[in-house]
């Protein structure tokens, strides 16, 4: 009768430790978890804060390319005349937009804006060693609708570029940003 | 003896706990002073950027064909024309970087001010680099050397502006992660590089 109460007392006991020693490895492995959630939020971040420089590097490279194709001439063909151009008819078909002959194969080169049409350039800027890469593409838009593009000559072309960046590659497979810009230019004359 | 055994596995545990949640901390602080620094030299340099390139942009506008636009060309300075009020007079504007001692109250011993000066005003101070060069092409893409001499200036067929802005502030390291080569502090950094025509309407 005597040893009854102290070995209930006893087994009681042992049923609380453990219950408590499952407790806490519960408690740890929760707090693992939000942890481990912590510290992918924490390098997502961090993700986020590098893509935006390296985005402020795609928009510098893709204006760049930008206001050398503004620089140009609106085609081909009122690069050569001083004439006024009244039908677009007369412009570069659809078909041709791109450089116009072999000589025309580098920026320095290029004369007028369709030049760009097909070109894949990849740039490093100075002072970083990432490399990011340029694809152009251009086309004759509706004048009263930039967004559709036109299967015949119209007076305004528009110049798309995609930029993104090459090197270094992406982590684990997460894809990178790509930059994308639009610029349009419509022909006019000074007589 | 299951008590102490069990006592002594909570505490190793609850050490484990706070140990892993001190040093969470930490790295939570320490990663938010990064960040926090690094937008921040991203908003700072897109500031300085936006003005810069918005005025590099107008260079020649409103200058006779005939007149040259870029009046001074150094690596680190340059001064064009351009109509600013569209008035028919043309303004001149300057860009150059001061030198670091005029910013020797920041940590950062790198960082100097960016100047804009209109005309015969005085210089206003528009941003804070740690880099400023100007690169000077010809129309067959070759670089002038600087600085471009008189007789050389109506040759800038585009110019290249590569800009660094950093952290006046610093976030201090241990000489352990310091690399050799590399400044004891970590400054956060932000690059700009645009290229810009010397005159628009060069060819149309």
Request: net charge negative; hydrophobic share 40%; with cysteine.
């Given at each position: ?68 194709a ?18 677009p ?73 995609k930029t ?28 | ?78 001064r ?27 940590p ?10 209109i ?86």
């Amino acid at each position: 009768m005597q040893c009854l109460p102290v070995l209930r007392r006893f087994n009681v006991g042992e049923t609380e430790m453990s219950n408590h020693t499952i407790l806490t490895i519960a408690a740890f492995i929760f707090l693992s978890t939000i942890l481990v959630s912590f510290y992918r939020l924490m390098g997502s971040t961090g993700d986020d804060v590098g893509n935006a420089q390296d985005m402020i590097l795609a928009a510098t490279i893709s204006t760049s390319y930008i206001e050398l194709a503004q620089g140009l001439a609106f085609d081909e063909k009122t690069d050569t005349t001083n004439a006024a151009i009244g039908n677009p008819s007369a412009l570069t078909i659809p078909a041709k937009l791109g450089p116009d002959g072999a000589g025309e194969d580098s920026l320095a080169a290029f004369n007028d804006f369709d030049d760009f049409s097909g070109l894949v350039l990849e740039k490093t800027p100075t002072g970083t060693n990432k490399r990011f890469k340029t694809r152009f593409t251009v086309s004759y838009v509706n004048p009263n609708n930039a967004d559709a593009i036109s299967s015949t000559q119209t007076f305004v072309k528009r110049l798309d570029l995609k930029t993104w960046r090459t090197y270094p590659p992406s982590d684990n497979g997460v894809p990178i940003d790509t930059l994308r810009m639009s610029i349009g230019m419509g022909y006019f004359h000074f007589d | 003896m299951q008590y102490l055994l069990d006592y002594l596995a909570s505490v190793i545990l609850g050490a484990a706990l706070i140990f892993v949640m001190i040093n969470a901390n930490d790295t939570a602080a320490e990663n938010h002073s990064l960040y926090n620094g690094d937008m921040m030299v991203q908003e700072m340099l897109v500031q300085t950027a936006y003005l810069l390139e918005g005025e590099l942009r107008n260079m020649g506008v409103g200058i006779p064909e005939t007149q040259q636009s870029v009046l001074a060309a150094d690596t680190s300075r340059i001064r064009f024309l351009y109509d600013m009020h569209r008035d028919g007079t043309p303004d001149t504007v300057q860009y150059y970087m001061g030198t670091t001692n005029e910013m020797i109250d920041t940590p950062n011993e790198l960082d100097r001010p960016l100047y804009r000066r209109i005309n015969s005003g005085q210089p206003l101070v528009v941003g804070s680099v740690t880099v400023f060069r100007l690169r000077y092409i010809t129309r067959s893409g070759d670089n002038l050397p600087t600085p471009v001499i008189s007789t050389s200036l109506s040759e800038i067929h585009s110019v290249e502006i590569t800009m660094e802005v950093q952290n006046p502030f610093a976030m201090m390291r241990t000489p352990e992660q310091v690399k050799a080569g590399e400044r004891i502090a970590l400054y956060s950094s932000s690059l700009w590089q645009q290229t810009r025509l010397a005159s628009q309407n060069t060819r149309r």
